[in-house]
């Protein structure tokens, strides 16, 4: 049964919502949710796929196109009724972006999007971009036999579907790509794959794509928000390989504090903090925000 969330009477649940989505904690402060791996999950983001359940992937799609021309017409800076309060109420594609995937297709490279994400989502949003489908990897649910989404996910490489513990995000989104671009099965999936097996380049603006950035063989391109740990191997660029650009639109201010690299810039499985370190173990100096 759908949330009330769009009536009056429904507001708190859409400040509820809202909450948990946001910020990983009720409106009082109660945590949201506990014990999972920082590495291969982010729980606000699998919860968002969890809620569609009953909804087929075409009627999610329905949605999120609706959504999507709706925010794509309002002006910049526009802002929406969510609750009881304002949230953004416009979307742009970047029009560098744009450019970029059509001239690595044109160059003849298979361009895919992965996004932690629910997949029908990110299905609509990459057709803006040309992108079909079946090039998408996004958070998968598992269905019913009918197609109705369950609250359950897919998993990836040792992870059992329904696991609900490795979706699209940092080590995560290695699994995924390893195993539906290069086929690769089973715990396999989790590791960095030879470098025949790996993409050639890759891009990202968030600490989410951390493990697929860094396996790019050629080049890495990094879009700065702000990010720690992403920052700080993308400004020390210890291989030569990572290149950083501001952001397109309304671009992010210098960050007036270097970036914690060797101290708390990392952060483990448990949740702990720790510094940033490069693949052969040496740790990653605290970095100066330098593009921006």
């Not at 983001?45 to 992937?57: D, F, I, R, S, V």
């Not at 044109?106 to 971009?129: M, N, R, T, Y």
């Not at 989104?173 to 590791?191: D, H, Q, T, Y």
């Amino acid at each position: 049964t759908p949330l009330p969330t769009g009536t009056p009477a429904g507001a708190g649940c859409a400040d509820e919502v809202n909450a948990v989505y946001g910020t990983a904690a009720t409106r009082t402060g109660a945590a949201a949710f506990a014990g999972w791996d920082r590495r291969t999950m982010e729980p606000g983001y699998a919860w968002l796929p969890q809620l569609m359940q009953g909804w087929t992937a075409r009627e999610i799609r329905g949605f999120a196109a609706a959504a999507r021309t709706e925010n794509l017409a309002a002006p910049v800076g526009a802002t929406q009724q969510v609750g009881t309060g304002r949230a953004t109420g416009w979307v742009r594609y970047y029009d560098q972006q744009k450019d970029l995937i059509k001239s690595l297709r044109k160059a003849g490279f298979d361009v895919w999007i992965s996004s932690a994400s629910p997949q029908p989502v990110v299905e609509v949003w990459a057709e803006g971009v040309g992108i079909d489908a079946d090039r998408v990897i996004g958070i998968r649910n598992t269905t019913t036999r009918g197609g109705a989404y369950t609250t359950r996910l897919q998993g990836c490489g040792s992870v059992r579907d329904g696991a609900d513990t490795m979706i699209t995000y940092i080590d995560g989104k290695r699994c995924w790509i390893n195993k539906e671009i290069f086929g690769v099965r089973g715990p396999a999936a989790e590791r960095v794959q030879p470098a025949a097996r790996r993409q050639v380049f890759a891009a990202g603006d968030s600490d989410t794509d951390i493990s697929f950035l860094r396996d790019a063989t050629a080049l890495r391109l990094v879009v700065n928000r702000n990010k720690s740990e992403l920052m700080c191997r993308a400004y020390d660029n210890s291989d030569g390989k990572w290149i950083v650009n501001p952001m397109f639109i309304e671009p992010k201010k210098q960050k007036t504090s270097p970036y914690p690299c060797s101290t708390t810039g990392y952060v483990d499985h448990d949740g702990t903090p720790g510094p940033v370190r490069r693949a052969d173990g040496t740790v990653v100096p605290d970095q100066t925000d330098t593009v921006y």
